[in-house]
């Protein structure tokens, strides 16, 4: 997978990370391509926020992965910084062929530069074949995460 390379997103590729959060029955239910507003407005607090790395994986031009990486201080820990993955996607054209796990490693990689003690994250309980993914990375289902919807 040498010939991918992991960037920074710009604005000219929300459609393309939209279109792939979209890309599954979940994502289908919650996402809305076609209407890029909310995302560009996403888009332009991130940029605003240092703590936050919306990354894109490239093959040549074309947009085949994503992910985002929330770096957070915290108390807890003795005053641990951690860091969250969200967002993680592969293009259908690109599963099975490595690159997950080369966004997983940036990201923990990103996360030990970034003075992270801890890096974690969440994975919707309906998708067993994440999970099996993750902790094949080393991940541990460890907690029981709860969401409120507002």
């Keep these: 997978m040498t010939d991918i390379d992991i960037r920074p997103a710009v604005v000219d590729d929300i459609p393309a990370i939209v279109a792939m959060l979209a890309d599954d029955a979940l994502g289908a239910a919650r996402e809305s391509p076609d209407d890029l507003g909310p995302y560009l407005v996403a888009y332009e607090r991130l940029q605003s926020d240092p703590h936050q790395f919306l990354m894109v994986a490239m093959r040549g031009d074309m947009l085949v992965g994503t992910l985002q990486l929330s770096v957070i201080a915290g108390l807890s820990r003795r005053g641990s910084t951690r860091s969250v993955i969200e967002g993680v996607r592969v293009h259908g054209s690109e599963r099975g062929r490595g690159l997950g796990q080369q966004l997983i490693e940036w990201a923990i990689e990103e996360s030990r530069r970034q003075g ?35």
Excluded at 119 to 134: E, I
Aim: proline residues 3%; aromatic residues 14%.
């Design 116 to 150: 992270c003690q801890l890096v974690q994250l969440t994975s919707d309980a309906a998708r067993p074949d994440a999970h099996r993914f993750y902790e094949r990375l080393g991940f541990v289902g460890s907690h029981v995460g709860f969401k409120y919807q507002l």
